[in-house]
């Protein structure tokens, strides 16, 4: 006669599956995708290589015309907000959407992550590389001469929070509405048209009548934002307002379109 599960002596093994906690699975997901992401060799020039390249470059010449005070103090913290955009924007894209391409957002959307846990966990690995990225580029910005308001510390992060849920959005926008080649290319380049002429790195009052325009898109919200924070010590509400408004329109968008396969 077989012995029942409950029978059996203590030590022998009694198959019991069950769910890890929905916080343990999503810090599972979003460690799995961080790591993936620092060793993907697309994802880490994007994160830090270029930017640390313009950084050295922007800091030791003299073009292009950043406007008044220390070099440096103005291109930091535009390479910072740069960073963020990389990351949260073009990195989500590009992985989201060759995740969707192969399956893996259907079949872990099946699992009890669910989408919620994929999107949390996604967001969380997002968070994890920026604060990598903070870390080695600030040291090098530091390295250069950079000395950061520190007053603006805590209006920096409330920037690079509003700029990372808004980016994320429209990177998850383009992830799940255009085929997987069409993403590669689309992302790279808006990552290159919002860096010329984004207002992310060059100040939008360095930018003539097209500063009016790079100041309503995300970049140069993002890069007002953050230099206002580092150099100023000042929260920049009117920048904060348009990556807020960037970041629930992209979200609404994303709810209604996003297709997961």
């Not at 996604?122 to 250069?144: S, T």
């Not at 060059?202 to 898109?217: C, D, K, S």
């Given at each position: 006669m077989t012995p029942q599960i409950a029978d059996l002596p203590p030590g022998r093994f009694r198959p019991d599956p069950q769910a890890a906690p929905a916080a343990r699975r999503v810090l599972a997901q979003a460690r799995f995708d961080a790591t993936v992401m620092l060793r993907n060799g697309e994802q880490l020039?994007?994160?830090?290589?270029?930017?640390?390249?313009?950084?050295?470059?922007l800091a030791l010449t003299h073009v292009p015309d950043l406007g008044p005070g220390r070099r440096i103090d103005v291109v930091a913290p535009g390479v910072?907000?740069?960073?963020?955009m990389s990351t949260s924007f073009t990195g989500q894209a590009i992985g989201t959407g060759f995740d969707r391409r192969y399956g893996v957002l259907r079949l872990l959307g099946t699992t009890p992550l669910g989408r919620g846990g994929l999107i949390a966990g996604?967001?969380?690995?997002?968070?994890?590389?920026?604060?990598?990225?903070?870390?080695?580029?600030?040291?090098?910005?530091?390295?250069?001469g950079w000395r950061p308001d520190l007053a603006g510390l805590a209006p920096a992060l409330v920037a690079v929070l509003v700029g990372t849920a808004a980016f994320v959005?429209?990177?998850?926008?383009?992830?799940?509405?255009?085929?997987?080649?069409a993403v590669l290319a689309a992302a790279n380049l808006a990552w290159v048209l919002l860096?010329?002429?984004?207002?992310?790195?060059?100040?939008?009052?360095?930018?003539?009548?097209?500063?009016?325009?790079?100041?309503?898109?995300?970049?140069?919200?993002?890069?007002?934002?953050v230099r206002?924070?580092?150099?100023?010590?000042?929260?920049?509400?009117g920048p904060l307002a348009v990556l807020a408004g960037w970041g629930v329109a992209a979200s609404l968008a994303t709810a209604r379109w996003f297709r997961w396969d």
């Open positions: 020039l994007l994160a830090l290589v270029l930017p640390a390249m313009l950084l050295t470059a910072l907000a740069l960073a963020v996604r967001v969380g690995a997002v968070l994890a590389v920026e604060v990598v990225q903070v870390v080695v580029l600030g040291a090098l910005a530091l390295g250069l959005s429209l990177g998850l926008l383009l992830a799940g509405t255009l085929r997987a080649e860096l010329a002429g984004g207002g992310v790195v060059v100040p939008t009052t360095r930018m003539g009548g097209f500063g009016a325009v790079a100041r309503v898109l995300p970049s140069g919200a993002l890069g007002d934002a206002a924070a580092l150099q100023h010590g000042s929260l920049a509400v």
